[in-house]
């Protein structure tokens, strides 16, 4: 058996050599062998996820797969496949392809609302490259002063009390955002509070009717295999059928947990059900208003008054805002926010590590599970699936076939109306 040479990676990307086991007998009888197809893959995910710190790393593999390997392992197997941190690789990348990546970041963002960090997620997550956060920083400055401008916060903040939770799933935080629903594509999310993790962010029709929004919640339960202990959600009529499959679920499921001293669903007044609140702002300023900008460009394009235009709008459009709104959930969900010791929840670290994590924080996986058959005979009950549908099944299957025989690989903000007016003549 060989000897364990390690290289070390810096926070800089570099190597330092030297070898930590020369008898060369493997104290991890658990950690796959080399060239482990899933290991790679996974290491491949976390680098894609801005992470390369190897005792992270590590911890993860553990935590959430069961993989035992060391940090030197990690470090030796990151190498192997190429992932370097983001100085080394700013050095041995051409200044072309360096510049190339931040301005196609710049081009996806017209109102300059992303900030050197974000940029460098996004680069990392769509990519693979890690770049340094000054590299990336000066460019943008360079190509877009004004952006800096634009990003300074001017709104009045409300003092806010300490959130105290028990862990994940102690309570989900669920609200609407109506920015896009002028253009005719409202949204509804739902977030975890311990964590600050997005469980889901959808676009649907009306995002005020109860139905579609308990259809949501209960969707959530199923593919979850739980709920929470709490929901906490405004005071709007549409909630109202969240409070009551709320309430009778976790009766239902979990008995040892009185209603009256713990109620499943909490009502708030908008301003203070705060998880959610400060994620719409962020949502709004990184990505929504830059919509309307893309939206805007079909007006010369698009008559709504067409009904044959305006059925393939609803569905080309919300296949592109849900295809980003799963993109966003990623990339929030593996934003690392700034450490604040004032907190008593977790920070410093993205929400999915607080969430794969969560015992290092003396933190406890709340989840009260249920039948996932008796969630889903719930949701057809209700309506089912067509209650978040723009168009009709038939309809969906119909351009999709379009779609893929005019051969496009891809939609995005940069070619929807292009693509529009291609499969136009043949619905």
Same mark, same amino acid.
């Not at 894609?48 to 992270?56: A, T, V």
């Not at 990336?136 to 806010?160: A, H």
């Given at each position: 058996?060989q000897?364990?040479?390690? *290289?070390?990676?810096? *926070?800089?990307?570099?190597?330092?050599?030297h070898?930590t086991?020369?008898?060369g007998?493997?104290?991890?009888?658990?950690?796959?062998?080399?060239?482990d197809?899933?290991?790679?893959n996974l290491?491949?995910?976390?680098?894609r996820?801005n992470?390369?710190?190897r005792k992270?790393?590590?911890?993860?593999?553990?935590?959430?797969?069961?993989?035992?390997?060391? *940090?030197?392992?990690?470090?030796?197997?990151?190498?192997?496949?190429?992932?370097?941190?983001?100085?080394l690789?700013? /050095?041995?990348?051409?200044e072309?392809?360096?510049?190339?990546? +931040?301005?196609? !970041?710049?081009?996806?963002?017209?109102t300059?609302?992303?900030?050197?960090?974000?940029?460098k997620?996004l680069i990392?997550?769509?990519t693979?490259?890690?770049?340094?956060?000054?590299y990336?920083?000066? =460019?943008m400055?360079?190509?877009e002063?004004?952006?800096?401008?634009?990003? !300074?916060?001017t709104s009045?903040?409300l003092?806010?009390?300490?959130?105290?939770?028990?862990g994940?799933?102690?309570?989900?935080?669920?609200?609407?955002?109506d920015?896009?629903?002028?253009?005719?594509?409202?949204?509804?999310?739902?977030?975890?509070?311990w964590?600050g993790?997005?469980?889901?962010i959808?676009?649907l029709?009306?995002?005020?009717?109860?139905?579609?929004i308990?259809?949501?919640?209960l969707?959530?339960c199923y593919?979850?295999?739980?709920?929470p202990?709490q929901?906490?959600?405004?005071c709007?009529?549409?909630?109202?059928?969240?409070?009551?499959f709320?309430? /009778?679920l976790?009766?239902?499921?979990s008995?040892?947990?009185s209603?009256?001293e713990l109620?499943?669903?909490?009502f708030?007044k908008?301003?203070?059900n705060?998880?959610?609140e400060r994620?719409?702002?962020?949502?709004?300023?990184?990505w929504?208003?830059?919509v309307?900008?893309?939206?805007?460009?079909?007006?010369?394009i698009?008559?709504e008054?067409?009904?044959? !235009?305006?059925?393939?709008?609803?569905?080309?459009?919300p296949?592109?805002?849900?295809?980003?709104?799963?993109?966003l959930?990623e990339?929030?969900?593996?934003?690392r +926010?700034?450490?604040d010791?004032?907190?008593?929840?977790p920070?410093?670290?993205?929400?999915?590590?607080a969430? /794969?994590?969560?015992?290092?924080y003396?933190?406890?996986?709340?989840?009260? /599970?249920?039948?996932?058959?008796v969630v889903?005979?719930?949701?057809?009950s209700?309506?089912?699936?067509?209650?978040?549908?723009?168009?009709?099944?038939?309809?969906?299957?119909?351009? =999709?076939t379009?779609?893929?025989?005019?051969?496009?690989? *891809?939609l995005?903000?940069?070619?929807?109306?292009?693509?529009?007016?291609a499969m136009?003549?043949?619905?």
């Amino acid at each position: 058996m060989q000897a364990n040479d390690c *290289e070390d990676e810096n *926070e800089d990307g570099y190597y330092t050599h030297h070898s930590t086991n020369p008898s060369g007998r493997n104290q991890h009888k658990d950690c796959p062998p080399k060239g482990d197809h899933k290991v790679a893959n996974l290491l491949r995910e976390y680098h894609r996820q801005n992470i390369s710190d190897r005792k992270l790393i590590s911890k993860l593999l553990q935590a959430e797969h069961g993989i035992k390997m060391s *940090e030197a392992t990690v470090t030796h197997r990151r190498r192997e496949l190429g992932l370097f941190g983001s100085r080394l690789t700013a /050095a041995q990348l051409p200044e072309v392809t360096k510049r190339q990546l +931040v301005l196609d !970041q710049l081009a996806d963002d017209p109102t300059g609302r992303r900030g050197p960090r974000v940029v460098k997620e996004l680069i990392a997550n769509k990519t693979g490259v890690m770049l340094p956060r000054k590299y990336i920083r000066d =460019q943008m400055m360079l190509q877009e002063p004004e952006g800096f401008v634009v990003r !300074q916060p001017t709104s009045k903040k409300l003092s806010r009390r300490p959130l105290v939770v028990l862990g994940p799933h102690h309570e989900w935080s669920g609200d609407g955002h109506d920015k896009l629903t002028q253009i005719g594509f409202p949204i509804w999310g739902i977030r975890d509070v311990w964590s600050g993790k997005w469980l889901g962010i959808w676009v649907l029709p009306n995002n005020r009717l109860k139905d579609a929004i308990a259809y949501l919640y209960l969707s959530l339960c199923y593919q979850l295999g739980g709920m929470p202990i709490q929901t906490t959600t405004d005071c709007g009529s549409e909630t109202t059928e969240i409070y009551g499959f709320a309430n /009778a679920l976790r009766e239902h499921f979990s008995p040892h947990l009185s209603l009256n001293e713990l109620p499943a669903h909490k009502f708030l007044k908008s301003v203070h059900n705060t998880t959610i609140e400060r994620g719409w702002l962020r949502l709004r300023l990184q990505w929504g208003d830059s919509v309307k900008v893309f939206w805007e460009a079909g007006s010369g394009i698009y008559d709504e008054m067409d009904l044959r !235009q305006y059925d393939l709008v609803k569905w080309l459009w919300p296949k592109l805002i849900q295809q980003e709104l799963n993109q966003l959930q990623e990339q929030f969900n593996n934003h690392r +926010v700034r450490k604040d010791s004032s907190k008593k929840l977790p920070s410093g670290v993205s929400p999915n590590v607080a969430f /794969a994590l969560h015992d290092e924080y003396q933190a406890e996986n709340c989840l009260q /599970a249920v039948d996932r058959e008796v969630v889903r005979q719930l949701m057809e009950s209700i309506g089912g699936e067509d209650l978040i549908h723009f168009v009709s099944v038939e309809y969906e299957n119909h351009a =999709q076939t379009i779609f893929t025989n005019l051969g496009f690989k *891809e939609l995005s903000f940069h070619n929807v109306w292009n693509i529009f007016s291609a499969m136009l003549p043949l619905i």
